[in-house]
Nanobody, 126 residues
Framework: QVQLMESGGGLVQAGGSLRLSCVAY????????LCWFGRAPGKEGEFVAG??????????ADSVEGRFTISRDAANAKNTVYLEMNSLKPEDTAIYYC?????????????????WGQGTQVTVSS
């Protein structure tokens, strides 16, 4: 059983930055992709950013491209993923969930991720 734990959320003013972390532990797979989804109040969850097992492939939602950076810890069995969030906007306010998918490649589809963290709240004030 893979377990995920996020940290790093908080309240920040527009234009500010936050760094989210997610640690995968337990019986992790040999290879797994990691990603971040965001769920804004009253809305469905949306793909934010994803990274492949190797870390060589990343993908971002258009709304965060150029502002957010996803990375994966090359050491420590690659079990930690980060989301560097810069130039934050009020519309980035959401609960951010870390998700894991068995296999080397990522997708943008929520249903393809079988393991989820509890989420961390990010609130951006105007």
């Amino acid at each position: 059983q893979v377990q995920l734990m996020e940290s790093g959320g908080g309240l920040v003013q527009a234009g500010g930055s936050l760094r989210l972390s997610c640690v995968a532990y337990g019986r992790t797979f040999t290879t797994y992709a990691l990603c971040w989804f965001g769920r804004a109040p009253g809305k469905e969850g949306e793909f934010v950013a994803g990274i492949s097992w190797s870390g060589s492939n990343t993908y971002y939602a258009d709304s965060v491209e150029g502002r957010f950076t996803i990375s994966r810890d090359a050491a420590n069995a690659k079990n930690t993923v980060y989301l560097e969030m810069n130039s934050l906007k009020p519309e980035d306010t959401a609960i951010y969930y870390c998700a894991a998918r068995q296999g080397a490649t990522m997708t943008v589809f929520e249903y393809e991720y079988g393991y989820w963290g509890q989420g961390t709240q990010v609130t951006v004030s105007s």
